[in-house]
């Protein structure tokens, strides 16, 4: 713990006794509960993981956003961090594919494998990686092309496919996982900006599998969609979690509960609790977890 | 309850005085728009006003006895004599067979002034290329001199003083009353370059000049700028050298455009050692001066792109180079065209740093290369604006229009390009 937030602390604390003379019976605030760096309960390791995550620090200049996390990631696991916002989850996330890479003042530290490994090695190819990480943003960004090229283009780009019939078949694949296929067959070549919110989802989740990465990395994939949407995306998600690791950032506890194996607790830059799903949302073992989840604060 | 009430009026008497700043602030706007409008309607109906009458032009057609006693010419293939012969004598003969008491001296030389002072040497070609319509009589037009030409367009304008005397002002009455004098369009115009004489003079010397010179101007100036945009806006390191050469592009923005003539002059034309007045040179010069603004609408137009775009791009595994070509240059062509067709607007409308190179010569010759001697459009009009004749005057307006037209055509094929390519997300 450094020096300013020691007297933040200590600040926050004096303003808590002082609440507290007035209420007494008042419920212990989260400011009380003291999280221990680097310290994590629950099962945050597996054997022969696909990431490999060990000590990981993320600097933003001066700021510390994410402060000594070690975790595992399953192979073909849907494993959802939760937590309030800002606390570090979505840069996490970030690092798995090196999207911070375009962030100037963003320094990665730590030891983060994928199949043992280095993704921060500085002779990693960072194109590479990202064909093997695939990633599905928060707000649908299909590009301004026609359904078809949005979806051909990794391959494309990747060189996947020689022939015009492979990336036919490219495409329909990926449009079918996607469950997407039968609504947009007839209209291949109309443009993906004039899509549904929900479809556009889709379109990017079947972008994103039509290079037949390993692990998709998905950041909030369904806040802006409506529920029958989401419920669609969901189901996809349980679906592709039988050929693929899915890392999931949601807001909506319910979705941890419906679509993850494993659901991870993120506060203020710290890794809390990581537990089976069930576990997380019945009997949580960190106070912090269960007063989030509880609803008391978020 | 008062105090409510008290409020609730407090609130009205602040919000008559809120409608009220509204209502003044809206009555600014629309007198400054209004004054907008009254200036541009007052320029174009003065240039309008004076300029239509540069597109008309006024033509003598006389029947020329092409007399051999009289021109002194007996073998028009003969270099020498061709040389000594009198070719305005066959002119002022066909005038006098509509004004047979126009005999004498001064009544000659007045009538040899009816028509243009190349009207000579239009008969001299004719007979020169045809020597068998020698002591012939052919139907010919010519020109009408300058002061005829002004009498007859102008005889009720009191800006313009008649320089005709008594008595050819009547016979240029009687000459129009007959259709030998006549008003047609203006072909000179757009067919010949520049001359001392206003009937002569064309303004395509200067249109070829001109396009000529934004040609190179286009093709230095748009790939190179567009070029530094990427690099400074996708590239670039963020560091001290990058902010100085961004700080020194916004500066060269607002570098008065006769200093790039000066350096024209002294970089290539002193050290290069290039000529002068021709349009590379002046190409040069005027991408130097609009590469700052293409640089600067282009880095916003990349600017504009939204990152959810960029991250897509990178997040299917698109290497930087992918991430630019293949979405964020598309994306952004739009503002960039949009950018650089202002600029060159700009460039064509540009004088003071194509004086410094030369190109304010009086140059006849339609230009025919990129280092032949040429002038553009607004030196063009420069020149006539301040030349004495009183031909020139309308001349000049009539070139103000053609400058206009293309500036208004290229302004159109931005909107045009830019609703073209423009995507929606």
Known sequence: ?298 | MTDQRSQAEIVRQSLKRRYRKERRFRLYGILAIFIALASLFILFADIIGKGHTGFVKTTITLDVPLNSDAMYLDDPTDKDQISMADFSAPIIAALQTHFPEAEGGSARRELARMVGSYAPSEVRRLLEKNPELLNTTQTMEFLAHDTVSVYVKHADNPSYSIRLSERQQGWVDELVEKGVIDTSFNDVLFSRGDSREPGNAGILGAIVGSLLTMLVTLAISFPMGIAAAIYLEEFAPQNRITDFIEVNINNLAAVPSIIFGLLGLAVFIGLFGMPRSVPVVGGLVLALMTLPTIIISSRAAIKSVPPSIREAAEGIGASKMQVVLHHVVPLAMPGMLTGSIIGMAQALGETAPLLLIGMVAFIVDVPDGFFSSATVLPVQIYLWASSSEQGFVELASAGIMVLLAFMISMNALAIWLRKRLERRW
Not at chain 1, 29 to 57: H, S
Not at chain 1, 203 to 221: G, K, N, T
Not at chain 1, 246 to 251: A, C, D, E, R
């Open chain 1, 1 to 298: 713990m450094n020096m300013n937030e020691s007297i933040s602390r200590a600040a926050d604390n004096s303003d808590e006794t002082v609440m507290s003379a007035q209420e007494p019976e008042a419920e212990t605030r989260r400011e009380d509960i003291k999280v221990e760096e680097g310290k994590t309960v629950g099962v945050p390791y597996a054997d022969d993981p696909k990431f490999k995550l060990r000590n990981v620090e993320v600097f933003y200049g001066e700021d510390r956003a994410i402060k000594d996390i070690s975790l595992d990631i399953a192979r073909n696991e849907v494993i959802s961090f939760i937590g309030p916002s800002g606390c570090g989850k979505s840069t996490f996330l970030r690092c798995l594919n090196r999207m911070n890479d375009s962030i100037d003042i963003c320094r990665v530290k730590g030891q983060l494998m994928l199949d043992d490994e280095d993704i921060y090695h500085s002779k990693k190819d960072v194109v590479e990686l990202r064909a093997r990480v695939g990633m599905v943003f928060q707000k649908p960004n299909p590009f301004p092309k026609s359904i078809y090229d949005n979806v051909a283009y990794g391959p494309r780009i990747h060189g996947l496919a020689n022939r015009k019939s492979d990336l036919d078949e490219i495409v329909e694949n990926s449009l079918r996982k996607a469950g997407l296929w039968d609504e947009v067959k007839d209209r291949l070549d109309a443009t993906a900006t004039g899509m549904s919110g929900g479809q556009q989802q889709r379109l990017c989740i079947a972008r994103a599998i039509a290079v037949s990465p390993e692990v998709i990395l998905m950041d909030e994939p369904c806040s802006a969609l409506d529920p029958i949407a989401t419920a669609k995306v969901e189901e996809l998600i349980s679906e592709m979690s039988e050929t693929y690791t899915i890392v999931i950032v949601t807001h909506s506890m319910q979705q941890a509960a419906r679509v993850s194996h494993r659901t991870a607790y993120f506060h203020l830059g710290h890794l809390v609790e990581v537990n089976e799903t069930t576990k997380v949302f019945t009997s949580p073992e960190h106070e912090l977890t269960e007063s989030y989840i509880t609803g008391r604060f978020g």
